[in-house]
Structure formats: C-alpha cells, structure tokens
C-alpha cells in the first residue's frame, strides 16, 4: 500500500490423532490466533467424529452439499470424455433434467425412492420410456457411488414391458420413396441416400465430401469411426441411383470438409410435409410409422427380398446381433409369404417325381449283379448273406433282367466291410 509492501501472518495447525499417524498439515486461513485455534480445534473433532463413524467423511459430505445440477453436469462431461454417443448424451442430460425438475430434486439427498415412484405413477409414457429414465438416473448415482455411497435407487423395479405396446417402424415401398423424393428437392437425395445405404440421420448429417469416392468402380461412402454409432470405420458401398444424385448434388465449389447434406435433413416437421405431400402417411391403418429412422429399415428390408444372405445384410446394417437385422430392420408385411406358399404347394405336387418314387416303378430287385472281369480269366463273385457282390470299388448294373420304363440306372458301390466278412467267414 503506497509502495510499501505489507506482510500478513496465517496460521497453520498439526496434529494427529493417534502416536502413529503422521502429523496432519492444515491450512487454517486466519491471522487470528484464537480462530485459529477455533478452527483447528473443529478439525481435530471432525476427524475424530468419522473415525468413530458418528459423521459420514468429508468428501461425502462436500458432494452432498454440492447442488444436483452440477453433479448431472460433472456426470454429462465424463461420458463425453469417454467417447458416448452425442445423441445419447443429449438425450441423458435432457432426462436427468427432467428428474431434477418435476421432482424438485436440489441435492443429492433428495433422490429417494419413494419419490421417483410417485412421478412414475403420475407419467403417461411407454413402459420403455420411464425405464429409460430410471436407467438414466441410476447410471449418475452409481457414477457418484464413490462419493456419496450406495444408490437410493437400487431396490427400485423397472416397468414390465413385455406385452406393451411399441412404436414399430414400417418400411417404404419404392414407388413410395421415389414418389417422395420427386416431392422434396434437394431433400430427395439424403432420403434416397438414406435408403440406399442405411446411414442413419445423425451420421449422414456429419458426412463431408471427402467421404463421398464417387470415382471407384465401386463408388462408396466411407463412415469415420468419429461419425459412426457403433465408433467403427465403415465403407457403405453406394446404388448406382445414389451414386448420381450426390454427382448432381455436388457442386464444383464444394471443399473436401463441406458437409454433403448441409440443409439437407429437415427437422420431422418438414418431414412429415414432404409426406404429406408425396401422399404417404405417417401413421398407416396398421399403426406403423413411416419417420426418418424408416428409411433405415428400407435398407435393410430391401436387401433381404434380394435375396442378400442375413449375414451380409447384417453387415452392410452394421449391426452386432442378426436378431436385430431379421426382427427389428425387417418389415415382415413386405416379405413374399404368399410365394413362399405357392413354392411349397408346387414342391408338395412334384413329391410324385422324386427318385425314390421313380424306384418303386421297378416290381423285382437283382440280387446278383452282372459279372465284371477283375483280371484277365474268369468272372470272380464273392457270396456275402443273400447277396452277391464283386470286389470291384464301382459296378455298374449294365443288364438289368427286369427293367422297369422310366427307372435310372442304378450304381452299386462295393462295400468292403462286408466283403472282408465274405472273405474271412
């Protein structure tokens, strides 16, 4: 103060407990002596308190004066840093959110079960739904578990959701998507793309240009581990009609990091818009929906009438389990049943053709083949039970006393075993 430096004392406490423990440093942050003592004096019983487990420890009691949101808010950083998906991490916060809100939860003690439980009652959403939200709030407090203990919500039981109704998805038909993509302008192309390679909204709406190789032989695009839901590389290979509509949408100013579908994937407004006016509902007689995530399922669907092998479409879906390709990315309403039934009634009228049938045209059997030379001289036959054979690998039945019209030629193959008996018996 007025060029003169000004030195102020603070005090320093040390202690330990017990004759063992190593002295205990604490910055006691006065110039007082005697709140200093003060303040080390409330140490040393604090310390003693949690020992004797009469207090919980100091850490537990700091994260439980700290307000919730800034728990959620630590809680939503650590699952970026450990590369969660930024939808899934949107989405967690919002719901984490929503608890604190409705349930006017401000710090931690407020979680109870009891109270989550009254919210649920007073909730009209599907069972999948409100076990999303309880998973979501079990995922923060057994993140802070180290901090504040055991998880209030643990004894909580989820919502039976077998049985329930869910949303299902229907595919498009063809007619229908490229009715609507004559009706979306620009729109069109990430719905035919969407379709046409099973990328997904939320990675084609990262997709750059130096991702589209439209030069190959094979022209593709390539999905960067960064953009992709499962943080895997991928090259969806693209249809010829997918591969001209990105060289139409390509424009020569476009840079290699412009985004392809930049004002291009609408909100599910302008959806349902582009529907309406291509005269495809959203929401058809069977109560299936035909949003954005359908043009997924049109992909896959597509793939399986044809005629791709599960394995493959499981691959080109990207998907880690073919229960989900078969079940889930499957439209069942658009699979040939009716011509699978006309095969099996064809097959079940052809049955009268078959070989065994064309063997029972033939009333008598020979039971003795026709001689086959082994070396020069006589025929040799050797008897086994009540047949004949020659020890010959192959014999061919070129005379058959009785053969019947129709009836194939029929091939004996020698069988050794029983001519080892013939030999030795």
């Known amino acids: 103060m007025n060029g003169k430096t000004v030195s102020g004392r603070m005090y320093r406490g040390r202690y330990r407990l017990d004759p063992q423990d190593k002295l205990r440093d604490v910055l006691l942050r006065t110039t007082d002596k005697q709140v200093a003592e003060q303040k080390l004096r409330k140490a040393i019983q604090e310390e003693q308190r949690e020992r004797e487990g009469l207090i919980a420890p100091r850490y537990q009691r700091h994260a439980a004066a700290t307000p919730l949101v800034t728990h959620i808010k630590d809680f939503i950083a650590d699952r970026r840093a450990v590369g969660r998906d930024d939808k899934y991490v949107r989405e967690l916060e919002r719901k984490l959110i929503r608890l604190a809100t409705d349930n006017r939860w ?3 003690a407020d979680i109870t079960a009891e109270s989550f439980c009254a919210w649920r009652a007073g909730q009209k959403m599907n069972p999948k739904t409100i076990n999303e939200y309880l998973n979501a709030a079990c995922g923060l407090l057994n993140w802070l578990a180290p901090r504040i203990g055991i998880n209030a919500l643990r004894h909580v039981e989820k919502v039976q959701a077998n049985g329930a109704q869910k949303m299902i ?17 620009l729109r069109g192309v990430a719905y035919l793309v969407a379709a046409r390679t099973g990328i997904r909204r ?25 953009v992709s839901k499962n943080h895997l590389h991928a090259m969806q290979p693209l249809t010829s009609d997918a591969a001209d509509a990105l060289r139409e949408l390509h424009s020569p ?21 582009d529907l309406k006016a291509a005269g495809i509902d959203y929401t058809d007689c069977r109560g299936e929906r035909a949003d954005f995530h359908a043009l997924r399922k049109t992909y896959g669907t597509m793939l399986t009438l ?62 003795v083949s026709a001689p086959v ?33 129709g009836a194939r030629c029929r091939v004996r193959t020698c069988d050794f075993l029983r001519v080892k008996q013939a030999l030795y018996h």
């Open 253 to 273: 100013e476009a840079k290699p990091h412009n985004r392809v579908f930049a004002g291009c994937i609408p909100r599910m407004n302008r959806f349902r818009e």
């Open 106 to 108: 401000v710090r931690l």
């Open 202 to 226: 939320g990675e084609l709406e990262q997709i750059e240009w130096a991702d589209v190789h439209l030069d190959t032989t094979q022209p593709f695009i390539a999905v960067r581990a960064s």
């Open 373 to 405: 030379l082994l070396i020069a001289g006589e025929p040799k036959l050797l008897p086994a039970g009540g047949e004949t054979f020659s020890p010959s690998q192959t014999v061919l039945v070129r005379d058959s006393p009785q053969e019947a019209d």
């Open 306 to 367: 044809a005629g791709i092998g599960q394995r493959t479409v499981m691959e080109l879906m990207r998907h880690s389990d073919m229960r989900l390709t078969a079940k889930t990315y499957t439209d069942a309403n658009m699979l040939p049943v009716s011509d699978a039934v006309v095969a099996l009634t064809k097959f079940a009228a052809s049955k009268r053709d078959s070989q065994i049938d064309s063997q029972t045209l033939v009333p008598e059997r020979p039971t």
């Open 169 to 185: 998805r229907r595919a498009f038909a063809e007619g229908e998507l490229q009715l609507l993509r004559r009706v979306s302008g």
